[in-house]
Each structure stands twice: as structure tokens, then as C-alpha cells.
């Protein structure tokens, strides 16, 4: 499949998921996402879900790992919609956060971090292939932001529906995943 017909696929098949089903799935995708191994995170890029689009409750993987690492240091992302450019933010308890133009929430008041100090990425998706390529939302904001990040960076992905064979329109740019969890199980690639 091309990623265009993924892309028209995934949203509709995330849609037709209703809120108690996302919430079960929620939970489930916790469970996997405990068995990775975080002896070396001090530093996770998440990332707002947004409720408009279905997207899983990503909260519950950042307060699992708050509870695990101790000083583990929290970013969220914040894009530059004329260079397609994303700078990650660690935020506190002091953060506020202000909706951007694609209504997803962003840090204000919070200090920039070096991609090189990150290193677990939350990588939002609408779906993936048996090798860990995945299609986002289109803008590739992902893709050049990895790049800058160390080659060992873990980038997890989190979807409520199994692998795809294959995205037939990779591209030179697009960076796999090392993981994605979905409600049955961890791949790992
Ligand atoms: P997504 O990753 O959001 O699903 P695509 O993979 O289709 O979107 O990428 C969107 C566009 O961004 C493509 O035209 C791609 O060539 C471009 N792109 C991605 N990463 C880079 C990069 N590092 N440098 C320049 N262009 C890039
Ligand atoms: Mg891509």
C-alpha cells in the first residue's frame, strides 16, 4: 500500500475505534510497553495525543516512566510549520502549554533540548510494516527531527492495529522504528 491509502485507511479505521475500546486498548499497550528495557533513558520525547484524531493516551507511558527513572527528564515537541522543523522542550510542573495551528499542545515557557540528549522517542504514527517504517501525518516533521537525534536514540511507536505488510513509497528520509506496541503485542525490529 502507498502511504497515501494507509493514510485515508488508518484515520478512518482509528475513527470507527470508540472511547471505552481506545481506553482498554490504552491499558493493554501499557502492559507491553513495561516490558522494554529504560536502563538507559534519563530523557523521553513524548508527545500531546490529540483527541481529534484517536491517538492513544500517551500519558500513561510518561507517568509509568516518571514513576521508574527518577529525575527522568520529560520533552514535548514544538513545530515550525514553515521550515517543518521541530525543537523538543523539557517541561516541569511549572510548564503551560498553548494549542498550535494543528490544535496539539504545546510547551510555552519550557528550555530547548540538544536532540542529542534524548533518548527514547515517542513517534506518533497512523500506521506500520512488518519492518518498522511507518506512515505519520505527511509532513515528514518526524523524519528530520530523528536525523538529528544520536543513532542510538529507541524510537517507539504506538498503534491500536497490527502491522502492514509493507509502505511501498519509502523514501530516503523515512527513519524506522525499534519498537511498536500494539493492544497484542511488542515488535520489535
Ligand atoms: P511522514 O513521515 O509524516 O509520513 P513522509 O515520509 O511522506 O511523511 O514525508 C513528507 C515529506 O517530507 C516527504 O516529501 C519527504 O521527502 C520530506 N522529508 C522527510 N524528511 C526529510 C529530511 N530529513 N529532509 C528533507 N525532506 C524530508
Ligand atoms: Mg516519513
Given amino acids: 500500500m502507498t502511504k497515501k491509502e494507509v493514510r485515508n485507511l488508518y484515520k478512518a479505521k482509528r475513527f470507527s475505534l470508540s472511547s471505552p475500546e481506545r481506553m482498554k486498548m490504552d491499558d493493554l499497550m ?3 510497553f513495561q516490558r522494554l528495557a529504560f536502563d538507559t533513558v534519563t530523557t523521553v520525547l513524548s508527545y500531546w495525543p490529540i483527541e481529534e484524531r484517536g491517538e492513544m493516551n500517551t500519558h500513561l507511558f510518561v507517568r509509568y516512566l516518571e514513576y521508574l527513572i527518577p529525575g527522568l527528564r520529560v520533552c514535548y515537541p514544538v513545530i515550525n510549520p514553515d521550515t517543518a522543523e521541530m525543537t523538543a522542550f523539557e517541561v516541569n510542573d511549572d510548564t503551560t502549554f498553548k494549542l498550535n495551528e494543528y490544535n496539539i499542545a504545546e510547551p510555552e515557557n519550557a528550555v530547548a533540548v540538544d536532540p542529542h540528549d534524548i533518548d527514547m522517542v515517542f513517534v506518533p504514527l497512523l500506521a506500520f510494516d512488518a519492518e518498522g517504517y511507518r506512515v ?12 538529528r537525534c544520536s543513532p542510538e536514540v529507541n524510537k517507539v511507536g504506538f498503534s491500536y492495529f497490527e502491522a502492514i505488510d509493507k509502505i511501498d513509497d519509502r523514501n530516503q528520509f523515512d527513519v524506522p522504528l525499534n519498537y511498536c506496541i ?8
Fill in 30 to 32: 501499557l502492559i507491553w
Fill in 136 to 147: 505519520g501525518y505527511g509532513k515528514g516533521f518526524y523524519d528530520r527531527f530523528l536525523m
Fill in 182 to 189: 500494539t493492544p497484542q503485542r511488542l515488535y520489535e525490529f
